[in-house]
Nanobody
Framework: VQLQASGGGLVQAGGSLRLSCAAS????????TGWFRQVPGKEREFVAV????????YFADSVKGRFTLSRDNAKNTVYLQMNILKPEDTAVYFC???????????????????WGQGTQVTVSS
């Protein structure tokens, strides 16, 4: 599976962005897709996950109620819609995929076998 993240950019606080994670090689329905973010000097942080097959999603407390996930199976793409963005959301965002992640391990980077390149999100105050 190859993943390509895109959609980052510069936005003012309170604004919105939609990130895309496009997959090639397999249907996006066959694996779980996670989103992480990282700022310089800090560890990569779990943001959200979209479980394979169905529509179960989970979000970090810091983004719950502001971010949502959706999937376009025809395009093999998972979207992270980010609303009411805050300066503290500024980071490089990564998408990742796994066939085997379970609920108790969704926040671990090591649970995901496939990673896309990051896309920069900058939120100005």
């Amino acid at each position: 599976v190859q993943l390509q993240a895109s959609g980052g950019g510069l936005v003012q606080a309170g604004g919105s962005l939609r990130l895309s994670c496009a997959a090639s090689g397999r249907s996006s329905r066959t694996y779980t897709t996670g989103w992480f973010r990282q700022v310089p000097g800090k560890e990569r942080e779990f943001v959200a996950v979209f479980f394979r097959g169905g529509s179960a999603t989970y979000f970090a407390d810091s983004v719950k109620g502001r971010f949502t996930l959706s999937r376009d199976n025809a395009k093999n793409t998972v979207y992270l819609q980010m609303n009411i963005l805050k300066p503290e959301d500024t980071a490089v965002y990564f998408c990742a995929a796994s066939e085997r992640v379970i609920l108790s391990t969704i926040r671990l980077e090591t649970s995901y076998a496939y990673w896309g390149q990051g896309t920069q999100v900058t939120v100005s105050s």
